[in-house]
């Protein structure tokens, strides 16, 4: 069983900045594709940015520009840095493999003020 455990979310104004961080089980990081998704209640969890075991990554929808995921092989952690955020980003995040496990995370929730 993954281990998935999600950190770094809270409360930013519009254009403001967060750090995500993402603890995984030993080696996973390094073996495996991993991403953010997050989810807005009443809607599908949607994902948000990838990152092949050789680094290579991929962002989708709006956070192509704003958003760069990260890993630390060596401590097992997935980063997700945000910047200029938007309202229409307020939502729970959460990192799992691609394609996900079948257990998830808490997730950490975003909120993004006007």
């Known amino acids: 069983q993954v281990q998935l455990v999600e950190s770094g979310g809270g409360t930013v104004q519009t254009g403001g900045s967060l750090r995500l961080s993402c603890t995984t089980s030993p080696t996973i990081v390094s073996r495996y594709t991993m991403a953010w998704y997050r989810q807005t209640p009443g809607k599908e969890r949607e994902l948000v940015a990838g990152?092949?075991?050789?680094?290579?990554?991929n962002y989708y929808g709006s956070a192509e520009g704003r958003f760069i995921i990260s890993k630390d092989n060596t401590k097992d952690m997935v980063f997700l840095d945000m910047t200029n955020l938007k309202p229409e980003d307020t939502a729970v995040y959460f990192c799992n493999l691609r394609p996900p496990a079948r257990l998830w995370g808490q997730g950490t929730q975003v909120t993004v003020s006007i």
């Open positions: 990152i092949t075991d050789r680094g290579v990554v």
